[in-house]
């Protein structure tokens, strides 16, 4: 067992009393091509879910739609029964129709049945943190968020969270509910939300990047990130991952991958430690 852990990225509490290491593991990359279907190799994925938590993750960030239902067949056949600091956060309100396709829908009968069956496919009595994946423009805010407030106080979901929202729209969702997390895309190329990541560290809101590796050009060899990668021996998307971890203490990055040595990778960007002056110039460079 390697020393490496993601307990070095530090904690943060979600909805203030789900304590993560701040470093977690997205699955989306486990499915088929387009996020649909069976795994390449299941095997693999499993191996590869195994290793997070050997690794220190206590935070796995799935979906329905991932496969649909491939990524929670597979978190379950690797690590059921799951440890007591290990919190499971999924998302519902997309619906597939093949690799690559995703419409919203928000009907209550509709986000009803896809909580019970992540509960079902998991294997659990509660989910620890359920995000709305999109909110449906067809549908009143107050009807999708109400029914899962509703089965809230049920006790099947333990805390609330959205996808790809604007600070106004969060807003709105705090009238209706407490709303503890907040995902969208954030990463050193692409900031446009960063307002949201503001009022969520204002507020004590956990933010959730999704692609956190997503840097473009900037990761390519010889790119801009190189002469700072090279004073810590480390990679362009360690340095990514380490900006993140240094750019606010709510930001919770869930990089995914389907590869056991990338996910070692990615663990050990916590080890980094960024100056002051570095920071500010990896900062820039995404600008």
């Known amino acids: ?3 490496q852990s993601a307990a070095a990225s530090g904690s943060f509490s979600i909805g203030s009393d789900l304590p993560v290491h701040r470093l977690g593991y997205g699955v989306m990359q486990l499915p088929g091509a387009g996020v649909w279907g069976p795994s390449r190799d299941p095997e693999n994925a499993i191996r590869v879910l195994r290793r997070t938590v050997e690794l220190g993750i206590t935070l796995i960030d799935t ?3 991932y496969g649909p239902f491939v990524a929670d067949h597979l978190i379950r056949e690797a690590l059921h029964p799951y440890a007591d600091d290990l919190v499971i956060a999924t998302k519902v309100g997309f619906t597939r129709q093949g690799p690559n396709k995703w419409i919203p829908v928000g009907r209550p009968e509709y986000l009803r049945q896809q909580v019970e069956l992540n ?4 294997g659990v009595e509660q989910i620890d943190l359920l995000q709305l994946h999109r909110i449906d423009p067809k549908v009143a805010l107050e009807d999708q968020l109400g029914e899962l407030v509703a089965m809230q106080s049920e006790g099947k979901i333990r805390h609330l969270g959205l996808s790809e929202v604007t600070v106004d729209e969060l807003k709105a969702a705090q009238k209706l509910a407490t709303i503890v997390s907040v995902q969208n895309m954030f990463n050193l190329a692409t900031r446009t939300a960063e307002p949201l990541l503001e009022y969520a560290e204002a507020n004590n809101i956990a933010f959730i990047p999704w692609f956190p590796l997503a840097t473009g050009k900037l990761a390519k060899a010889g790119g801009p990130l190189d002469e700072v990668a090279a004073r810590h021996g480390s990679s362009a998307s360690q340095l990514a991952l380490a900006w993140l971890l240094r750019r606010s203490p709510v930001i919770l990055p869930i990089p995914g991958t389907a590869s056991v040595d990338h996910l070692n990778d990615n663990v050990a960007a916590a080890d980094i430690q960024l100056t002051d002056d570095e ?9």
Not at 119 to 122: E, G, I, P, V, Y
Not at 279 to 287: M, P, R, T, V
């Open 1 to 3: 067992m390697t020393k």
């Open 63 to 65: 979906a329905d739609s």
């Open 119 to 122: 509960l079902r496919h998991l």
């Open 279 to 287: 920071f500010a110039e990896l900062s820039a460079i995404g600008e």
